[in-house]
């Protein structure tokens, strides 16, 4: 453990509002809370449609 999160941060080229969160997200997840879940892509204005009433544009 380096016990120094500003150096630990620099060492390995993350900001400290990343660094801060990952932690939050670990000590309430674990391990889990650090898995790379990514967001979902925003659906396009043709999807929309064709989801909204079921015919092709």
Request: glycine fraction near 12%; charge should be positive; proline fraction near 5%.
């Amino acid at each position: 453990m380096i016990g120094n999160a500003r150096k630990a941060c620099r060492y390995f080229g993350v900001s400290r509002s990343s660094f801060y969160r990952w932690r939050a997200a670990y000590e309430k997840y674990g391990k889990a809370g650090l898995k790379n879940t990514g967001s979902s892509p925003v659906p396009d204005r043709k999807t929309l449609l064709m989801a909204g009433n079921g015919t092709s544009p």
